[in-house]
């Protein structure tokens, strides 16, 4: 720092000098500090970042000197705090443990919907220390876990049945430790004794010879509406993909009817981590694509207790059901069949070569189906077959998913119904989704899309006459197949028959739908032939009504009767009735 030198050239000047000399210190002290502090609290390894320890504040005294503050000993190994070069402390190893158990455990507990309180973790070779003991921990969080068993038969170690020790999850009268999932029921039939979810912490299991009956004892031991769920590893590593192909295929045998794959960033031993989970039920995407706020509030009312570092919730939860791109890039490489490949290609970007015919180029007026049919959509241009239609429109779709539809019947029908305002409310609700709605079960178990424009118009093509549809409708059924997807009697079991295997293309193992839900639910709509100016769009509403698996065989007739029914000019739409004060339920 350079000297002050100033002549003072009377008595008058020496406050003014004072004054200056002495903000000149302060500054210079302030500047030292300012260096001492970012010399010792910014975190070498972090970019920069402060460590939040220099900012706690003690007015205690320091029991040692500056000079002689005690040495921090540099720890290693199983036991204690881990310790850095620098002598910044890092996780025990049972915090890094956790950091993998977290995306493991809760995603599967906070959509578990099976009245099971049973949970199983599979420990391969009877491991039951490391990953095991810290999925178990974690589990044992869960108030409504009324038991959880530790299944230790499976691979090289046989029937052994290590004994339990404390140290893995401390004395908890909720844990048994099993050779086989079948426990205390030989025949595995007992409902009451299927497990509500069952982890398996990694994927030994599935690349051993002994896969097959390992993975049918899994199957066998899981409800209907229980859960699999299954660590995959670490993407970073070399051998990862052909290890993932494998057991994505060898599960795609199980007939699972909801399969999605999930990642984590920060997973403590590992850069990466990822995991698969799995369900036969169709409903399974209601919770798992629940709002936020479920998983916000589950956390609050289902865990025992809450740390300063869990970090699981509704945030958490979007991240891990929206899949990465790497796996919808592998799924896309590995399939070339007509309808997946068609698909991807669609999906994955949509041709540039393809016109898309905006709102102006269609008006709204009365349908030439007749009064019943209430109001038509109509080009005002010509429509090659194979253009757009109003694809950019497509973004701003409604979407009621099946948590709203459910305040919608349940609360404000069942509970307020008899408030006029109420009930005005739900009435109008009800026709705006229903009436210009169609159903999906894509991801959910039930939820509806309305178009946000004029393409809501468009009404039901009567005996196969639709030219609107999907950009990819065609190419997953037969011309065949989609001549019979009618409203027609004669033609309903063959109907049924299409939409099954049309909801086959939803089921299992499709990373893409995670990704492109409301593209596919709410966009792709394309001319199916050339539509002539002044003509009226059509589409078919027998793919709107859902999937059977979801509703049923016996709903689905009874939906496709009413269409059936307004064709033949016996009845009218729900927007009709509305319109007219004849509405009813």
């Given at each position: 720092?350079?000297?002050?030198?100033?002549?003072?050239?009377?008595?008058?000047?020496?406050?003014?000098?004072?004054?200056?000399?002495?903000?000149?210190?302060?500054?210079?002290?302030?500047?030292?500090?300012?260096?001492?502090?970012?010399?010792?609290?910014?975190?070498?390894?972090?970019?920069?970042?402060?460590?939040?320890?220099?900012?706690?504040?003690?007015?205690?005294?320091?029991?040692?000197?500056?000079?002689?503050?005690?040495?921090?000993?540099?720890?290693?190994?199983?036991?204690?705090?881990?310790?850095?070069?620098?002598?910044?402390?890092?996780?025990?190893?049972?915090?890094?443990?956790?950091?993998?158990?977290?995306?493991?455990?809760?995603?599967?507990?906070?959509?578990?919907?099976?009245?099971?309180?049973?949970?199983?973790?599979?420990?391969?070779?009877?491991?039951?220390?490391?990953?095991?003991?810290?999925?178990?921990?974690?589990?044992?969080?869960?108030?409504?876990?009324?038991?959880?068993?530790?299944?230790?038969?499976?691979?090289?170690?046989?029937?052994?049945?290590?004994?339990?020790?404390?140290?893995?999850?401390?004395?908890?009268?909720?844990?048994?430790?099993?050779?086989?999932?079948?426990?205390?029921?030989?025949?595995?039939?007992?409902?009451?004794?299927?497990?509500?979810?069952?982890?398996?912490?990694?994927?030994?299991?599935?690349?051993?010879?002994?896969?097959?009956?390992?993975?049918?004892?899994?199957?066998?031991?899981?409800?209907?509406?229980?859960?699999?769920?299954?660590?995959?590893?670490?993407?970073?590593?070399?051998?990862?993909?052909?290890?993932?192909?494998?057991?994505?295929?060898?599960?795609?045998?199980?007939?699972?009817?909801?399969?999605?794959?999930?990642?984590?960033?920060?997973c403590g031993t590992m850069t990466r981590c990822a995991f698969l989970i799995m369900s036969r039920s169709p409903t399974f995407g209601s919770s798992w694509f629940a709002h936020l706020l479920f998983f916000d509030f589950g956390v609050h009312n289902n865990?025992?207790?809450?740390?300063?570092?869990?970090?699981?919730?509704?945030?958490?939860?979007?991240?891990?059901?929206?899949?990465?791109?790497?796996?919808?890039?592998?799924?896309?490489?590995?399939?070339?069949?007509?309808?997946?490949?068609?698909?991807?290609?669609?999906?994955?970007?949509?041709?540039?070569?393809?016109?898309?015919?905006?709102?102006?180029?269609?008006?709204?007026?009365?349908?030439?189906?007749?009064?019943?049919?209430?109001?038509?959509?109509?080009?005002?241009?010509?429509?090659?077959?194979?253009?757009?239609?109003?694809?950019?429109?497509?973004?701003?779709?409604?979407?009621?998913?099946?948590?709203?539809?459910?305040?919608?019947?349940?609360?404000?029908?069942?509970?307020?119904?008899?408030?006029?305002?109420?009930?005005?409310?739900?009435?109008?609700?009800?026709?705006?989704?229903?009436?210009?709605?169609?159903?999906?079960?894509?991801?959910?178990?039930?939820?509806?899309?309305?178009?946000?424009?004029?393409?809501?118009?468009?009404?039901?093509?009567?005996?196969?006459?639709?030219?609107?549809?999907?950009?990819?409708?065609?190419?997953?059924?037969?011309?065949?197949?989609?001549?019979?997807?009618?409203?027609?009697?004669?033609?309903?079991?063959?109907?049924?028959?299409?939409?099954?295997?049309?909801?086959?293309?939803?089921?299992?193992?499709?990373?893409?739908?995670?990704?492109?839900?409301?593209?596919?639910?709410?966009?792709?709509?394309?001319?199916?032939?050339?539509?002539?100016?002044?003509?009226?769009?059509?589409?078919?509403?027998?793919?709107?009504?859902?999937?059977?698996?979801?509703?049923?065989?016996?709903?689905?007739?009874?939906?496709?009767?009413?269409?059936?029914?307004?064709?033949?000019?016996?009845?009218?739409?729900?927007?009709?009735?509305?319109?007219?004060?004849?509405?009813?339920?």
């Amino acid at each position: 720092m350079r000297s002050i030198s100033k002549s003072v050239p009377g008595a008058a000047h020496s406050y003014d000098l004072t004054l200056n000399v002495a903000t000149t210190l302060v500054a210079c002290a302030t500047a030292v500090a300012i260096s001492f502090v970012a010399g010792t609290c910014l975190n070498s390894r972090g970019g920069g970042q402060l460590r939040p320890s220099c900012f706690s504040f003690d007015a205690r005294p320091s029991p040692h000197p500056p000079s002689s503050l005690p040495p921090v000993p540099r720890q290693s190994g199983r036991k204690g705090r881990l310790w850095n070069a620098s002598r910044r402390p890092r996780a025990t190893e049972a915090e890094l443990r956790r950091r993998h158990a977290e995306p493991l455990v809760h995603p599967a507990m906070m959509t578990w919907t099976t009245d099971s309180t049973k949970i199983a973790v599979a420990a391969w070779d009877g491991e039951v220390d490391g990953a095991a003991a810290a999925t178990v921990r974690e589990i044992l969080r869960y108030k409504d876990v009324k038991r959880v068993d530790v299944v230790t038969g499976y691979g090289g170690n046989g029937d052994a049945v290590p004994s339990l020790s404390s140290r893995h999850w401390g004395d908890d009268e909720r844990i048994e430790l099993l050779s086989d999932f079948n426990g205390d029921d030989e025949d595995g039939k007992l409902q009451s004794n299927k497990y509500a979810v069952i982890f398996l912490t990694n994927d030994a299991g599935l690349h051993s010879p002994q896969r097959r009956s390992f993975f049918d004892a899994v199957s066998k031991a899981s409800p209907i509406d229980g859960s699999i769920v299954v660590g995959l590893g670490d993407p970073h590593t070399q051998g990862f993909w052909g290890r993932y192909d494998d057991v994505v295929q060898f599960v795609g045998e199980y007939s699972f009817y909801a399969v999605h794959v999930y990642e984590e960033d920060d997973c403590g031993t590992m850069t990466r981590c990822a995991f698969l989970i799995m369900s036969r039920s169709p409903t399974f995407g209601s919770s798992w694509f629940a709002h936020l706020l479920f998983f916000d509030f589950g956390v609050h009312n289902n865990l025992l207790e809450r740390g300063p570092n869990d970090r699981f919730d509704g945030t958490a939860m979007e991240r891990y059901r929206t899949t990465h791109r790497a796996y919808q890039n592998r799924f896309c490489g590995g399939h070339r069949d007509a309808p997946l490949s068609q698909m991807c290609g669609a999906l994955t970007g949509i041709d540039p070569r393809l016109r898309d015919f905006p709102p102006e180029a269609f008006e709204v007026r009365q349908s030439t189906l007749g009064e019943g049919a209430g109001r038509g959509l109509f080009a005002r241009v010509d429509i090659p077959a194979g253009s757009l239609i109003m694809e950019r429109e497509a973004v701003n779709s409604v979407h009621f998913p099946e948590s709203t539809l459910d305040v919608i019947d349940k609360t404000m029908w069942e509970l307020l119904s008899d408030i006029p305002e109420v009930e005005e409310i739900v009435d109008m609700l009800f026709s705006y989704y229903e009436g210009y709605g169609y159903s999906g079960s894509i991801l959910a178990g039930k939820e509806i899309f309305v178009d946000s424009g004029i393409l809501t118009f468009a009404n039901h093509g009567c005996r196969g006459t639709n030219n609107l549809g999907s950009i990819f409708d065609k190419s997953i059924t037969t011309p065949e197949e989609c001549a019979n997807l009618t409203e027609e009697a004669k033609k309903r079991p063959w109907a049924l028959a299409g939409l099954s295997k049309l909801e086959g293309i939803w089921k299992g193992y499709n990373p893409i739908l995670n990704r492109h839900n409301y593209l596919i639910s709410g966009g792709l709509n394309c001319a199916h032939s050339d539509i002539t100016a002044g003509e009226e769009l059509f589409g078919n509403y027998v793919l709107y009504q859902g999937s059977v698996s979801v509703i049923g065989e016996e709903k689905m007739n009874n939906l496709l009767s009413m269409i059936d029914s307004e064709c033949r000019g016996e009845s009218i739409g729900i927007v009709k009735k509305f319109d007219s004060n004849v509405f009813d339920y």
